[in-house]
């Protein structure tokens, strides 16, 4: 069926060093696509979001890609710091019939001192 | 402060009970979600509703119940009938209609003893 899934389950990084979180989907119709970072015991918080009719966007130290072609996100943390150790996860909808986001299965962010 | 309150934080439920999880918010959005999260895992959707006094099942309805008699309140009723309830519940409400960017609460605890 359609989904979202994520290729990583651990990503393990230098402080300092710049994140990329990457995200597949399958349903051609997803029209938006949402980043969420969730720590230990508590809700996720927005990262940062992106339309279809976008391939880029930048937030602060963070910038969400979005190829169609191959049905590919990712999210890409720059500097990162020990603060971003996290879960991310990934969610799309796709505009149409369920108007709510499903999320992929999440990658673990570890930032090595 | 605004924003999404659920209670109980933790919640312990005997066999055969029902518990019901409380999800109020004061942003005066317009559609609120449940979402239940397994350890180690993503989020999936239970229940969502975009208006007052009507509400869409998700991926994993069964053994819930939900209600939405106020805009501000969107409670959750985990029934004898969920058979593994143990888990993290996650409320969240959106501005708009279309399922888009949504902002969680800090999420409900509930084990089965």
């Known amino acids: 069926g359609e989904s979202v899934g994520l290729h990583l389950p651990t990503l393990s990084v230098q402080e300092g060093d710049n994140s990329i979180i990457n995200c597949a989907y399958s349903n051609s119709a997803s029209d938006y696509f949402i980043w969420y970072k969730q720590e230990s015991g508590k809700g996720p918080q927005f990262i940062i979001d992106?339309?279809?009719?976008?391939d880029k966007r930048q937030g602060q130290r963070v910038t969400v890609l979005l190829n169609k072609t191959v049905k590919h996100l990712s999210l890409q943390i720059a500097a990162t710091q020990p603060g971003d150790s996290a879960v991310y996860f990934c969610?799309?909808?796709?505009?149409?019939?369920?108007?709510?986001?499903?999320f992929g299965s999440g990658t673990r962010l570890q930032v090595q001192p | 402060d605004g924003g999404i309150t659920q209670s109980p934080k933790y919640l312990f439920r005997k066999e055969g009970q029902n518990v019901t999880l409380s999800c109020e918010q004061n942003l005066n959005h317009d559609a609120m979600y449940w979402y239940r999260q397994d350890p180690g895992q993503g989020l999936r959707l239970i229940y969502y509703s975009q208006i007052v006094n009507d509400f869409q099942k998700g991926d994993i309805a069964e053994g819930y119940s939900v209600s939405r008699e106020k805009k501000e309140s969107f409670p959750l009723t985990v029934t004898s009938a969920q058979k593994n309830p143990t888990a993290f519940y996650l409320c969240?409400?959106?501005?708009?209609?279309?399922?888009?960017?949504?902002?969680f609460g800090e999420g409900s605890w509930l084990t089965v003893v």
């Open positions: 992106i339309r279809s009719n976008m």
């Open positions: 969240a409400s959106s501005i708009g209609q279309a399922g888009n960017t949504i902002y």
């Open positions: 969610a799309e909808n796709s505009g149409t019939g369920r108007r709510a986001l499903t």
